[in-house]
């Protein structure tokens, strides 16, 4: 049987209407505190609605964390979270079970975190946000939606955090040092998490404490795992900096498309020699991440365009 709400409230969940179809896989999306528990509740009939209707069919079932995996027929079938804790065999099995009550016409709603289970299984996604139903529809868009909403608020965040220097190692011979690192996002503010696609920077403060007739300023950008990304200096782009002074501070901006894939890449700066001399090294002094609202695979985001000619 179908399941109906109408201006269905619970709080935090604020006057939803909807209907899901009989024999349809439902996903629920949304971060925590946007109301999928609250969602859960009132569709599996654990608790009523604090006002609207819920119109679903019996019997009801809710499978939470913990709960054994019962997928005995159902009309109405609401899995908050339960395939998380188990291994593939069990999770495969789980999901032969889940399309034999679909194939049986239940309405199953399937709230989870794990979008690559959301994607094979669900017809259909609803996106929660803030206690109201922000969008629903095909899963790819609602995923992509959702992850474009998820990405800029991890950029917000990550302007908000300090970037302190930690480097994994330090070495030179003290003629300068790099006084400052900083990543920043297309606006040109300061920010630990960059979009992939943006136009982003690294600008390195170096301060002189000797004469140095030719510094060279460089970075590195690197996988956690050590893999060279992008590195440049300011001799491989043709801008010589010197002579410098002793007491001279240069800040040097590097700004170029953010071209990778998201996950987490480490950042080194120095100051050297054009023999290679180092003044002052600071390898993996900062840590970054690169946000996307869509999934891609290795390191370099190449965003390829794509056609298609049947022959």
Known sequence: MAVVLREAALPPLERISATAPNGAVIGVVGEDGSGKSALARLISGRQAPAAGLVDAGKPRRLIGIGDPLNLSPVATLVIEHALARHDALIRARALMGLERLR??????????????????????????????????????????QY??????????????????????????????????????????????????????????????AQDVGDPVIGIMIRTRLGLDVYGTNTEAENVRLGPCRAGDVLAVTFTFPCGLCPQEYTLTAASHDPDGVWHDWLEEALTIRVTDSRPTAGVANLRASVSVERL
Do not use: M, Y
Not at 120 to 143: K, Q, S, T
Not at 167 to 188: C, K, S, W
């Open 103 to 144: 194939r049986a016409g239940a309405t199953i709603f399937l709230v989870s975190h794990e979008q690559e289970l959301l994607r094979a299984a669900c017809d259909e996604i609803w996106w929660l946000d803030g206690g109201r139903l922000a969008a629903r529809g095909d899963p790819a868009e609602i995923l992509e």
């Open 147 to 208: 992850n474009h909403h998820i990405a800029g608020k991890l950029r917000d965040w990550g302007a908000t955090l300090a970037q302190t220097l930690a480097p994994a190692l330090r070495r030179g011979d003290g003629r300068a040092e790099v006084v400052a690192i900083e990543t920043l996002n297309e606006q040109g503010a300061p920010s630990l998490v960059w979009r992939s696609g943006e136009r982003v920077s690294v600008r390195v403060r170096v301060r002189f």
